[in-house]
């Protein structure tokens, strides 16, 4: 049992992690997208250039954040699998109890 606590604990801790992760992304490719909104509005060439620089930043920043979220959502996976197992093992357990019980 304590073996699944740790693990649920753990899984929990890196499903925050994507989350916040992925939150970042899509705040950044928000923002990309308000810079080149206000590029196509822009008259000034100069200005222009600046806010899609800006917006290539922010989507680039936003790139990031997303191959962030990978490495904690195989975290995620890697304990779910562990928890299944476990959980798959205490049902045998139980069943084979069950089973001794009724003979």
Do not use: C
């Not at 800006?54 to 975290?75: F, R, T, V, W």
């Amino acid at each position: 049992m304590l073996r699944w606590a740790i693990r649920a604990v753990a899984a929990n801790s890196y499903r925050k992690k994507a989350i916040s992760e992925s939150g970042r992304a899509s705040s950044k490719a928000n923002d990309a997208k308000r810079k080149f909104n206000y590029a196509k509005r822009e008259k000034d060439v100069s200005k222009k250039l600046d806010y899609i620089s800006d917006g290539l930043d922010n989507l680039a920043d936003a790139i990031n954040h997303s191959s962030n979220a990978i490495e904690p959502l195989a975290e995620v996976s890697f304990v779910a699998s562990l928890l299944v197992e476990s959980i798959q093992n205490n049902l045998d357990k139980q069943t084979e109890d069950i089973v001794k019980k009724l003979k």
